[in-house]
């Protein structure tokens, strides 16, 4: 531990536990002494840790090849997003973590609008933003980067490093109400909601606020973001 002090920056407080190994659900420190794995890795190894078929499929992987760029084709990426469509989208983008894939999605936001109002040519950025903006909720966590960090109500997370990307209104989680009257036409480029939310606390929303987003997004011609990356499933994918 002290060690990692002298050539690591800091930026979590750990728990001073040292992990070796695991297997399955168990983890077992350096002096030996072993755990029940209640955490995944914040929710990201669903199959615990050293499951045999992940092993031969990363070890199988590894062997043929290493890694591409995305300037190539790619087989197995086109296969594994066609398991995913059928699940929940028409066409997948993979990132390398959460807060990419919510970057990717703030990239899309203003994409979109820009692709669905052509005839803007310079459109305002800050103050009187026009459609450009982002509509996130109480109690959100989104990720670590400027862009996601602007998204994530707790301010501490953000504080640190303002200022992050302007242009987000937060507004109640489950406040179908307000919602309602600031999703709008010409002005919302996106909004993000998590489902169910983690980081915040544990809380669900209810299908009646998140139908209610579906259509005011319609209504606006505005994204709307399901954040999964906390529960267990999306990250699994
Ligand atoms: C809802 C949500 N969004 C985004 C993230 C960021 O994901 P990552 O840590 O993979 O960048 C997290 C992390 O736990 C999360 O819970």
Redesign the pocket.
């Known amino acids: 531990m002290e060690v990692e002090r002298s050539v690591l920056i800091g930026t979590y407080a750990r728990a001073p536990i040292v992990l070796a190994s695991g297997k399955g659900c168990k983890l077992y420190d350096v002096e030996g002494r072993e755990y029940l794995d209640m955490t995944s890795g914040?929710?990201v190894n669903a199959l615990g840790h050293g499951d045999p078929d992940w092993v031969e499929a990363v070890s199988e992987q590894a062997d043929i090849l290493t890694h591409v760029s995305n300037v190539y084709y790619s087989i197995p990426q086109v296969e594994l997003a066609k398991c995913l469509e059928c699940s929940f989208a028409d066409r997948i983008f993979f990132s390398n973590?959460?807060?990419?894939a919510?970057e990717a999605a703030i990239k899309f936001g203003r994409k979109f609008q820009r692709f669905s109002h052509p005839d803007v040519k310079e459109p305002p950025v800050m103050p009187g933003v026009t459609f450009l903006e982002y509509i996130s909720f109480s109690n959100s966590?989104?990720?670590?980067t400027m862009g996601?960090l602007a998204l994530t109500s707790k301010e501490h997370y953000g504080s640190p490093f303002e200022p992050v990307m302007p242009g987000v209104t937060f507004l109640e989680y489950g406040n179908i109400q307000t919602a309602k009257q600031v999703i709008q036409r010409g002005k919302t480029a996106a909004v993000f909601v998590?489902p169910i939310q983690?980081?915040g606390g544990i809380y669900s929303s209810t299908t009646e606020f998140l139908q209610s987003l579906r259509n005011a997004c319609d209504d606006a011609g505005a994204l709307l973001v399901f954040?999964e990356?906390?529960l267990l499933s999306a990250k699994l994918l």
């Open positions: 914040i929710a973590s959460g807060t990419e919510n966590f989104h990720g670590r996601a998590e983690g980081e954040d990356v906390g």
